[in-house]
Nanobody, 120 residues
């Protein structure tokens, strides 16, 4: 089992930026994804990066504002979030899985989440 710990969430005004970090106990051969869950809504895919970092994917509404990167040597994955909007408010989770991409069921290991709140 892979242990994942998110950090970097907080309160920010609309238009601001945050960088989320995901520290993993192991990342070898695993896609790492970011998901989010807003109050009263289902958890949704935000972004993912494959093991080699050569493939990245984003939810359409965050494309061009969010950037996912990974540092395999440090076992870290980051989500840089710029031009944040109130609708980005949610708990953000990182997840890891071999061969995973944009569906929750593809990921076997999850972090506890970090709260992101964007005020208008």
């Amino acid at each position: 089992q892979v242990r994942l710990v998110e950090s970097g969430g907080g309160l920010v005004q609309a238009g601001g930026s945050l960088r989320l970090s995901c520290a993993a106990s192991e990342v070898a051969f695993r896609t790492v994804g970011w998901f989010r869950q807003a109050p009263g809504k289902e958890r949704e895919f935000v972004s993912a990066v494959n093991w080699t970092g050569t493939r990245k994917g984003y939810k359409e509404s965050v494309e061009g504002r969010f950037t996912i990167t990974r540092d395999n040597a440090q076992k870290m994955v980051y989500l840089q979030m710029n031009n944040l909007k109130p609708e980005d408010t949610a708990v953000y989770y990182c997840a890891a899985g071999v061969g995973a991409w944009d569906r929750e069921a593809q990921y076997g290991d999850w972090g506890q989440g970090t709260q992101v709140t964007v005020s208008s």
